[in-house]
């Protein structure tokens, strides 16, 4: 199994955001997490990304236990994500941006991730090309050198997973990345992920639209009120009646 989720619960105060979930996410497969607003699907990334402490249950990535491990030290394993905010550096250009955000990523803290660049900058043409490397994947090259105040919205998002690339992940975590966007965008955004998966990358995205991850993704989770109430593909999802309910009833 690539990446199993084993009873994971997250509980704030009395709330159980996500509880019991056990779930399973294929390799070399588009994975999806649907549910309504506020059912437990950023926390769920937060736990396996190690932005979050579950409460109880584990992660296991190759079969090794990864419940405990810091964010960064995940990030080096090779599972990288987006977040559904996208905090970008504004003033500085995509390329700074991308460098920057790689160096944060694998580092321990945000002092030795600004000194290491400074010195990478210096020093290693090979972090540049990179990160080059990634803008290109994500069709932003002609706007590399732009300040990210300046591009649209989903050049911003486009920023964000390059961001995410740069890590060299086995598997990207993806938490809406077509939200506040319109639907010509988003058709631009779906093509990315496919293509991302053609080249070989297992992706994991979050939508709470049903209609954009049905025509996307091979296998999907439906959560609500931090449980999995089911899952399967888009065809056995769109029927199951407990999710009609759940977005239909709220
Ligand atoms: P989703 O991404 O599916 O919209 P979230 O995972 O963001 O849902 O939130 C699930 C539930 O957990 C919500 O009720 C939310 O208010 C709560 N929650 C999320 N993060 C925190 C936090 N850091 N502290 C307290 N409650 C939180
Ligand atoms: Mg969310």
């Known amino acids: 199994m690539f990446i199993e989720t084993k009873n994971l619960t997250k509980k704030f105060g009395g709330l159980a955001a996500v509880n019991k979930v056990d779930f399973h996410i294929e390799k070399g497969k588009i ?9 437990g699907k950023s926390t ?5 990304s190690g932005f979050h402490r579950p409460s109880s249950g584990t992660v296991l990535f190759k ?12 990030a080096g394993l090779g599972i990288s994500r987006t977040f559904q ?24 803290n945000l002092f030795d991730a600004i000194l290491r660049t400074k010195r990478l900058k210096r020093e290693e043409k090979a972090c540049r090309d990179k990160a080059m490397e990634v803008i290109e994947i994500v069709g932003l090259t002609h706007a590399s050198d732009k300040m990210v105040a300046s591009i649209s919205q989903e050049e911003k998002k486009r920023t964000a997973i390059a961001l995410a690339l740069a890590t ?23 093509n990315l992920i496919k293509q991302l ?3 070989g990358l297992t992706i994991c995205l979050i939508e709470h639209k ?24 888009p065809k056995e999802i769109s029927s199951n009646d407990d999710v009609i309910k759940a977005y239909l009833g709220g």
Request: hydrophobic share 40%; proline share 4%.
């Open 31 to 39: 994975n999806a997490i649907i549910g309504p607003n506020g059912a």
């Open 44 to 48: 769920f990334f937060n736990l396996i």
């Open 63 to 74: 079969g090794t236990d990864i419940t405990k491990l810091p964010a960064n030290k995940i």
């Open 85 to 108: 905010t996208t905090s970008l550096f504004e003033q500085s250009t995509v390329l700074d941006n991308v460098i920057v955000g790689h160096r944060l990523r694998t580092k321990s």
């Open 168 to 190: 060299d992940p086995e598997i990207i975590f993806l938490d809406e990345p077509a939200a506040g966007i319109n639907s010509d965008e988003t058709q631009g955004l779906i």
């Open 197 to 199: 998966n053609q080249r």
């Open 210 to 233: 049903m209609s954009m991850i049905m025509n996307l993704a091979d296998h999907i989770m439906v959560l609500n009120y931090g449980e999995k109430i089911a899952e399967g593909t």
